[in-house]
């Protein structure tokens, strides 16, 4: 992979090079099918993950929903959302730059209506922080935490624009994530591939596009407040067509849901695409990017500033 001298967008060459080593309400609609949100995934493609999602078909319907999560009437991302466990499986977006804006402050939580009434409302509300929700978090199951955050799957940090980083702040976009790795590893991680896309994933357009999914896996029996499923592991992977090297590009994080040292600086490692079927998640199914350039070298530590 050949590097240049100077990165765009602020971030530093040795981070990237460091990388490759290593409130208006939301409109949003649950869906009967992830192929009614396929704008968001590779080539059309949802991931296959085993017992969950293959080849398209969710296994089990009444179980897990997908919604496409709308802000004033326009898509921004999908989830699948996982009623039993309130947390979503996964979430899936395009990468396409950023143009500057901030993380919303005191952006206020909202929640999916449809999920409980099953009627014609798509449209996402506030949250009713004194109301208790059947089918998805409560914002009281997130009070009163000191050892976990509400981590978000979509991240805000990689939406384009003000109203799309808004869009994120859903509680199906959720999982109680612990602080110190929210905050640490997983933190870094994010912001080394925000950096690496933003540098290399460049379509023929010479507009940013890269294709992004993240998602939880739950652990079996560690709930918040005996509800809301505490993940035993966080996952996310990009693929990219780069003009930048004729070629695709991709790499795959994921790490354990644990306390961190926040003074250990714990490195997380960057994966081949095809490594990520060792947790049983195959993020772009039948696609070039799985057999042609990803990370290079691979499988090299991440050394952050």
Request: charge should be positive.
């Amino acid at each position: 992979l050949r590097m240049h001298p100077k990165v765009t967008g602020g971030c530093p060459l040795a981070l990237v090079i460091l990388l490759l080593m290593s409130m208006d309400p939301i409109a949003t609609e649950v869906v009967n099918s992830v192929n009614d949100c396929t704008e968001f995934f590779l080539d059309g493609t949802p991931p296959d993950i085993p017992g969950v999602l293959q080849q398209g078909t969710i296994q089990d319907q009444n179980r897990y929903k997908p919604i496409c999560q709308e802000y004033e009437n326009t898509r921004r991302f999908m989830t699948l959302y996982d009623t039993v466990n309130k947390i979503p499986v996964f979430s899936a977006y395009k990468y396409t730059g950023d143009d500057g804006s901030k993380r919303p402050r005191n952006q206020k939580w909202m929640f999916e209506p449809k999920l409980e009434d099953g009627g014609s409302n798509s449209n996402m509300k506030p949250l009713n922080k004194r109301k208790k929700y059947s089918k998805q978090a409560s914002f009281s199951d997130y009070t009163h935490q000191t050892d976990y955050d509400r981590g978000h799957i979509f991240p805000s940090a990689h939406a384009h624009h003000k109203s799309d980083k808004e869009a994120t702040f859903t509680l199906t976009n959720i999982v109680p994530q612990s602080r110190t790795f929210n905050n640490g590893s997983w933190k870094s991680m994010e912001k080394c591939v925000r950096c690496v896309m933003h540098e290399y994933c460049l379509n023929q357009n010479n507009q940013h596009e890269a294709f992004v999914v993240t998602g939880a896996i739950p652990n079996a029996n560690k709930t918040l407040k005996n509800k809301v499923n505490i993940p035993k592991t966080l996952w996310t992977a990009f693929c990219c067509y780069s003009k930048v090297t004729g070629e695709w590009f991709a790499s795959a994080h994921w790490g354990d849901n644990v306390k961190e040292n926040p003074r250990a600086k714990i490195l997380m490692e960057t994966k081949n695409i095809d490594m990520i079927s060792l947790i049983d998640v195959d993020p772009f199914p039948q696609h070039q990017c799985r057999l042609d350039v990803t990370v290079n070298p691979p499988l090299k530590l991440l050394h952050l500033p």
